[in-house]
C-alpha cells in the first residue's frame, strides 16, 4: 500500500513539472521562432518495502521520473511580411547577436533599425554580420538581403550599390547544445562553438512564426489535467483503506 503513495506521488511530480512545459508552449504560440520543449521520461526502479521471502523481482518498485525536457528545432511556418528587414531563417541555423551577457543566438527574424543605423532585434541586440554589427547610412534605401544573408542597399541620390554586410548564420552539430536563455535566445552549451552555418537560408520579408502546435498542446494540457485527477483518485482511495484497515486491526474485542 506504501509503495502505490509513493508511486502515484511521483507520478503527480512528473505531471505537476509537464504541465509547466505544456504551459510555456502554450503561452509562445505566437512567439517568433520559439522552439517547443518536450518532456523526456524514464522508469526507475528502487527497492521497495519487502520480506525476505519474497523473489528478488519483486522487490523492485517502479517509479515514473523525468529526465528533462529537449527543444523541437522543426521547421515553424513563414509568414509574408513584406518589412525589407524581416528575415526568415530556412534551415537549421540561427542569427548571431550581441548581447549584454556575450554573443546569443535567435531564430527571431522581426528586425529593426535603431537610431544609430544598426539593425538590431526586437530587444535591441545589434544582429552581427560576418564582420561585426551590420550598420546603414541615412541615405541607404532599397535595402536588399539575398538568400545567402549579404545585405545590399542603393546609396544617395546617385543610386550605387553597396554592401553593408553579409549575416552570420551559425549551427550546432547538436541542436540540442543550444540552449534557451530567454528572451527567445540561446547559448552555446559549455565548451561548444557553434560553426558557420553554410547550409540555411535567409528569406527577406518573411518571419518564421512559432513551431507549437496550438490544438495539440491544448490537448495535452487536458490529458496531463485529467491524468493528475486519476492519480489524485487513486492516491485517496489508497489512503482510505489504509485508514480502514488500521481502524479494524484498532478494533480489538473487549
Known amino acids: 500500500?506504501?509503495?502505490?503513495?509513493?508511486?502515484?506521488?511521483?507520478?503527480?511530480?512528473v505531471l505537476e513539472r509537464?504541465?509547466?512545459?505544456?504551459?510555456?508552449?502554450?503561452?509562445?504560440?505566437?512567439?517568433?521562432?520559439?522552439?517547443?520543449?518536450?518532456?523526456l521520461f524514464e522508469e526507475y526502479l528502487s527497492s521497495g518495502a519487502h520480506e525476505d521471502n519474497f523473489p528478488g523481482a519483486a522487490r523492485k518498485v517502479s517509479y515514473v521520473q523525468d529526465r528533462g525536457t529537449y527543444r523541437d528545432f522543426s521547421q515553424g511556418s513563414m509568414q509574408h511580411t513584406g518589412n525589407a528587414l524581416d528575415v526568415a531563417v530556412a534551415g537549421d541555423g540561427f542569427l548571431a547577436v550581441q548581447t549584454a551577457a556575450g554573443e546569443r543566438y535567435t531564430r527571431d527574424g522581426n528586425l529593426h533599425m535603431n537610431n544609430l543605423g544598426q539593425?538590431?532585434?526586437?530587444?535591441?541586440?545589434p544582429v552581427l554580420g560576418t564582420?561585426?554589427?551590420?550598420?546603414?547610412?541615412?541615405?541607404?534605401h532599397d535595402i536588399n538581403i539575398s538568400p545567402d544573408g549579404t545585405v545590399t542597399v542603393v546609396e544617395g541620390v546617385n543610386r550605387v550599390d553597396s554592401i553593408r554586410g553579409k549575416l552570420r548564420l551559425v549551427g550546432f552539430a547538436d541542436p540540442q547544445q543550444a540552449q534557451k536563455q530567454g528572451n527567445n535566445l540561446y547559448a552555446a552549451a559549455g565548451g561548444v562553438t557553434p560553426q558557420p552555418d553554410i547550409k540555411s537560408t535567409i528569406q527577406q520579408g518573411y518571419i518564421e512564426k512559432s513551431n507549437v502546435s496550438a490544438v495539440g498542446e491544448m490537448s495535452k494540457m487536458v490529458e496531463v489535467m485529467r491524468a493528475?485527477?486519476?492519480?489524485?483518485?487513486?492516491?485517496?482511495?489508497?489512503?482510505?483503506?489504509r485508514k480502514n484497515a488500521i481502524e479494524k486491526l484498532a478494533d480489538v474485542p473487549a
Open 1 to 13: 500500500m506504501e509503495n502505490a503513495l509513493l508511486i502515484g506521488l511521483s507520478r503527480q511530480m
Open 131 to 140: 564582420s561585426g554589427p551590420i550598420v546603414f547610412q541615412p541615405t541607404d
Open 119 to 125: 539593425l538590431v532585434t526586437t530587444a535591441g541586440d
Open 18 to 39: 509537464q504541465l509547466d512545459v505544456v504551459a510555456n508552449n502554450v503561452a509562445n504560440v505566437n512567439t517568433n521562432g520559439f522552439k517547443a520543449d518536450q518532456q
Open 228 to 241: 493528475y485527477t486519476q492519480v489524485a483518485n487513486m492516491l485517496q482511495v489508497q489512503s482510505d483503506l
